[in-house]
């Protein structure tokens, strides 16, 4: 089980992967609506990992992520984002990621991927 | 022709045999004593481990092959190599991703994709994938990035034991437009013209696809039961989900209410 940061610039996405987090016994860490607020609260909160939206306002999930990993390299962030927008996942894995989950997706299996990127 | 042990549905009893499966042919023994050429094959399907074979010569004959995984690969890959069906070379990955999450060590497999009546098949050296026409949720034209280029494929979601899986395929940009025009026209019974939700009907419908019950789905919308009965009502007379519990609430009559108050009274008494 892991203390998590969600990012993602629509509530309802948020408390979607709240739910299916809090299901599986993990922990939320918090939230963040834009890039530049996940690398903040990365900071301040220090998550065992972070589900991380690609396309946010002010500073995008790619951007975040490197952010995220120049300061801690060990950073787990699975990405998250939506249908047609698959062809981010080679940056994205490049750039660190550790999963990535598709929208609209099924909870099982996000808790799957959480555990297994969890467990690296 | 070499002989393999299978069953076959004959006047509703599963049957013995001994199936002959030649090059471009099976044969099968009294006492059905038919051959089938693989030419006059109009449609495969597998259920399980049920191979189901439509014939179309003068008339239609359905024939259902039960046998060992090892037999039913040989058979479904000479068959979806000759039947009547739309074919094409191409290379496919299936599963690419499940519920959501994308498979990491899903590759590009070589081989055929073959649509036929009632499934589109993906036909690979190692393995042959049935998708029933009937579970196919969405077909795609989409970008994929295949050895650091972004390529046109083909995405098919399809429902799989209440998963959401998609498979992609990937062939010459002229062929796969045709490919798509034609998987369009072979699911064109899912069109979703019609199908209109509103900003919270939506959201229900996403919170289900998710796996959220109704509880959650109240909680998280903060709407009450009668809003999200509504919605149901909306969601289930336009098809787009089936019931699968009926969760009663229940309210204590005095009866009730005064076997809590004595229960209570025994405990603290």
Redesign the interface.
């Given at each position: 089980m892991g203390k998590i940061l969600i990012v993602d610039d629509t509530l309802?996405m948020r408390?979607?992967l709240k739910?299916?987090l809090f299901?599986g016994g993990h922990t939320i860490a918090g939230e963040a609506g834009d890039g530049e607020e996940a690398v903040a609260k990365y900071k301040e909160l220090k998550p065992d990992l972070v589900t991380m939206d690609v396309v946010m306002p002010k500073m995008n999930g790619i951007e975040a992520l490197k952010a995220i990993k120049a300061i801690d390299p060990g950073a787990r962030i699975v990405m998250c984002t939506a249908?047609?927008q698959?062809?981010m996942?080679?940056l994205a894995i490049k750039s660190g990621a550790k999963?990535?989950?598709?929208?609209?997706?099924?909870?099982?299996?996000?808790l799957?991927?959480v555990k297994n990127v969890l467990a690296t | 022709m070499k002989e393999v042990p299978a069953k076959i549905e004959h006047n509703n009893q599963w049957i013995v045999i001994k199936l002959g499966i030649g090059d471009d042919r099976i044969a099968l023994p009294a006492p059905i004593n038919q051959e089938i050429l693989f030419k006059a094959v109009a449609d495969v399907a597998e259920r399980k481990n049920i191979l189901i074979i439509t014939v179309k010569t003068d008339k239609e004959t359905v024939y259902k092959i039960l046998s060992v995984e090892k037999v039913l690969a040989v058979l479904k890959k000479l068959i979806l190599g000759s039947c009547n069906a739309y074919r094409l070379m191409a290379y496919f990955m299936s599963p690419a991703i499940r519920g959501g999450v994308m498979i990491k060590e899903a590759a590009w497999e070589k081989g055929s994709v073959v649509v036929v009546q009632s499934g589109i098949w993906f036909v690979g050296a190692t393995k042959q994938i049935c998708v029933p026409v009937t579970d196919v949720a969405a077909i795609e034209l989409t970008k994929r990035d295949v050895q650091g280029k972004a390529t046109e494929v083909v995405r098919i979601d399809h429902v799989e034991s209440g998963e959401v899986v998609s498979s992609l395929v990937l062939c010459p940009l002229s062929t796969l437009q045709v490919l798509y025009n034609f998987l369009k026209e072979t699911t064109k019974g899912m069109d979703m013209k019609g199908t209109e939700l509103d900003g919270v009907d939506q959201q229900v419908a996403m919170l289900i696809y998710s796996g959220m019950d109704s509880h959650a789905i109240e909680n998280m919308l903060n709407i009450p039961h009668k809003q999200l009965d509504a919605i149901y009502d909306k969601i289930l007379k336009l098809g787009l989900a089936d019931v699968v519990t009926i969760r009663r609430e229940v309210q204590l009559t005095t009866k009730g209410v005064r076997y809590i108050s004595d229960a209570t009274k025994s405990q603290t008494n």
């Open positions: 309802f408390t979607l739910n299916i299901s249908v047609g698959e062809q996942v080679k999963g990535y989950i598709v929208k609209p997706f099924q909870a099982p299996k996000v799957e991927e | -």
